[in-house]
């Protein structure tokens, strides 16, 4: 990567939703030299206070595709350079149709804003379990996802393009701190899946890759964000299990072998330079109390 790309002005930096992951990275952001200013946008009024004494200027922004965005809010919370857009699908939520139209209201928000550059976090789930390698260019369209309604927002907010330089981040299961694998599955008898293989990212290493992208340059891509290491889940499962002194599940052999997938993270270790804090799912550091 050039010293030319490398060196980046201040960029005024939005996070549409600033939570598990988005609050960690704004706190990174602003002590990273690279921002001279950093907005998080939350659906709960109760978290500003957090933000305020974070140094995070604060926006209560709700995503209803009914009643749309705010402008009194949406129009300020939009003026930066640069926008992360880390918003799940609720579950609770989830009506067909519905996330995909947040993502193009967001979409056309930020078609009238300032913002030159756009990270869009989505997920290596809409990768179909083929039992084999999953490539970014396997998934393009929602009709070949597992995950029709995320491709979908994916590819409202990449229709930016080429206006906009907009990278979409697909990030294997986010785990660390307080998310514990272990925690779900305590105590359960004859699992299946345990010679199955994980795909997951430590929130730390999702966040400094974050951070990677915007300090190296975004690029008009679509990269898969994944630990290099892929041990099984019986071996991930009983590990974590151990280190907070709860039962361990069991595994029996099933008759036919459950699909699967392996995420490729290969495209983008090509394209940037960084190097994994927790390379390896075995090794992830866990607590039982979060930490920001």
């Known amino acids: ?4 790309v490398s060196k980046v002005e201040k960029k005024r930096i939005s996070i549409l939703g600033c939570g598990w992951l988005g609050f960690p990275l704004a706190k990174r ?3 990273s030299g690279i921002t001279s200013e950093v907005k998080g946008s939350t659906a709960s009024g109760a978290k500003l206070d957090k933000f305020a004494a974070a ?10 595709a009914e009643t749309g965005l705010d402008p009194g809010t949406a129009e300020p919370f939009f003026n930066s350079d640069l926008v992360v857009i880390s918003i799940p699908p609720r579950m609770s939520q989830n009506v067909a149709g519905n996330y995909s139209a947040q993502m193009r209201m967001v979409a056309e928000a930020l078609r009238r804003s300032p913002v030159r550059e756009i990270i869009f976090i989505s997920s290596t789930g809409v990768y179909r379990d083929l039992s084999q390698t999953a490539v970014e260019s396997d998934v393009q369209l929602p009709e070949h996802s597992a995950q029709p309604e995320m491709v979908a927002a994916e590819n409202a907010i990449a229709a930016l393009r080429p206006e906009k330089t907009v990278s979409i981040l697909r990030l294997s299961g986010l785990l660390g701190y307080n998310r514990i694998p272990g925690k779900y599955v305590q105590g359960q008898k004859d699992m299946t899946t345990g010679e199955l293989p994980v795909n997951y990212i430590h929130r730390d290493d ?14 008009n891509k679509t990269f898969n964000i994944t630990a290099p290491f892929h041990p099984t889940r019986s071996e991930v499962y009983t590990d974590s299990c151990a280190q907070f002194g709860w039962e361990a599940p069991t595994f029996k052999t ?14 983008f270790l ?12 075995l090794q992830f550091h866990y607590q039982l109390e979060d930490q920001d």
Do not use: T, W
């Open 1 to 4: 990567m050039s010293e030319q």
């Open 29 to 31: 952001l602003l002590g």
């Open 55 to 64: 140094g995070i200027e604060g926006y209560l922004l709700g995503l209803d």
């Open 206 to 219: 999702a966040a400094a890759i974050i951070l990677a992208i915007i300090r190296q340059g975004i690029q």
């Open 254 to 267: 099933p008759e036919q072998q459950p699909a699967f997938k392996v995420i490729s993270g290969d495209k």
């Open 270 to 281: 090509k394209n940037y330079q960084y190097e994994f804090k927790y390379p390896d799912p």
